[in-house]
């Protein structure tokens, strides 16, 4: 037997469990303060659902399922290769969400709010910050087109991530159809605009002489190409892009949700523009945004409106936004850091005889108390030693004889 897990998956040991179910119990008190519901979807789905074109560079990480018996054999018989496999592991919760969705939307309300926090599968190679098996949190709004809910996002996962000592992070927003339409006035062709966007985003690791190298490895006119490397060499503003734009719907929503979105921020975080954002999902439609740390570097959640996805399942086009905070990400930091979690009431009975009245004891204390029951051992004070450790901020020592039973309070705890 292996006693070690697969590659790029993870046994979680009770301490690092118990800050794992800290994490999701603030986010969720977050979220459901906003009225968010959570929902469940299976980890398995149809393969026609999640290989396609909609889930980017993430298409190449499935983890496909085989088909099974008769039909596994027939495939295999026809060299149908492409036809092994009929399932496989969702991952993202996005493409299920929308799944969902449209199998229960006679039961569901027009505006839905949703939560998903579940496990995903990607067949990643392993490394650090890279599992095969982890940890997505989610919020969406379904059925809503105003651009108040990218502002609701923004804020309800701020404000989960304001329940962490994480330091200050900012949130970066960009607006696909803005970006799209700077581009076509540049000289840039629809149909090369995913390939361009695709070296744009790249401008962070590589600068604009880099972009603007890619882009003439691929062809593309110089007259654009100049143009746009006028433009991202230097801070781009949402005023540049205006000046660029003048008068255009989606310039007027980006610029609507950046400056609600920073209304409501406090000063706590900043809301800022991103030109460059793109995000790797082909099926994002309107404004995007990533939240970036700006102690631990990197990014800790991101997300978009993908107002056309859910009609690929029901027929109709349904707006449709969503968030998500790198559940794995933020686990990492608070980790490295050393965070404790806060601790409950934790009281032990510590009995000599008679278990079953020890525990009628213990279930008088359970309403306020975290209760673990201990037999009487020979060393006392090792054992307290432990529950000092452990974090017991009291005990009980029960002997059916002892009519008194007093709860001791740990000293240093108290």
Request: aromatic content about 12%; some cysteine; glycine content about 8%.
């Amino acid at each position: 037997m292996i006693k070690q897990p697969l590659k790029g998956m993870n046994d979680f040991i009770p301490k690092d469990a118990r800050l794992r179910d800290y994490m999701i119990s603030q986010i969720l008190s977050v979220y459901h303060s906003f009225g968010y519901e959570r929902i469940y979807t299976p980890a398995i789905e149809d393969i026609a659902n999640i290989d396609n074109k909609e889930g980017g560079d993430n298409q190449k990480l499935i983890f496909k399922i085989l088909k099974r018996g008769d039909k596994l054999s027939e495939a295999i018989t026809t060299q149908e290769f492409d036809k092994l496999s009929d399932m496989g592991l969702r991952y993202d919760l996005t493409l299920p969400l929308t799944r969902f969705y449209a199998n229960n939307k006679a039961n569901l309300p027009s505006i839905c709010k949703f939560i998903q926090i579940d496990r995903v599968y990607r067949a990643e190679r392993p490394q650090r910050g890279r599992d095969r098996e982890f940890f997505q949190c989610d919020i969406d709004v379904i059925g809503d087109s105003s651009y108040n809910r990218e502002i609701e996002l923004i804020t309800a996962t701020s404000r989960a991530l304001l329940k962490f000592p994480i330091g200050q992070f900012y949130i970066r927003v960009n607006n696909r159809q803005v970006l799209r339409a700077v581009l076509l006035k540049f000289g840039f062709q629809e149909k090369d605009l995913d390939s361009v966007c695709i070296s744009l985003d790249k401008l962070d690791k590589i600068g604009a002489d880099g972009v603007s190298n890619e882009l003439k490895e691929n062809g593309y006119s110089d007259e654009a190409i100049t143009k746009l490397y006028d433009f991202i060499s230097k801070p781009i503003a949402l005023e540049d892009v205006k000046a660029v734009l003048g008068p255009n719907d989606s310039f007027a929503i980006l610029e609507a949700v950046i400056n609600g979105a920073n209304e409501l921020a406090g000063g706590l975080y900043d809301v800022v523009y991103d030109f460059t954002l793109v995000r790797g999902q082909g099926y994002y439609t309107g404004c995007v945004f990533e939240i970036a740390s700006k102690e631990f570097g990197g990014t800790i959640g991101g997300g978009g409106r993908y107002d056309n996805l859910i009609g690929k399942f029901t027929g109709q086009d349904t707006p449709a936004v969503g968030f998500s905070i790198g559940f794995e990400r933020l686990y990492a930091i608070l980790k490295d850091m050393n965070f404790s979690v806060p601790q409950g009431n934790k009281l032990a009975i510590i009995y000599k005889n008679d278990y079953i009245g020890a525990f009628k004891l213990a279930d008088s204390y359970r309403e306020n108390y975290e209760i673990s029951m201990f037999e009487f051992p020979k060393k006392v004070g090792k054992l307290l030693n432990r529950l000092e450790e452990d974090g017991y901020q009291a005990y009980i020592i029960y002997d059916q004889n002892n009519e008194a039973n007093d709860i001791n309070y740990i000293e240093s705890n108290n």
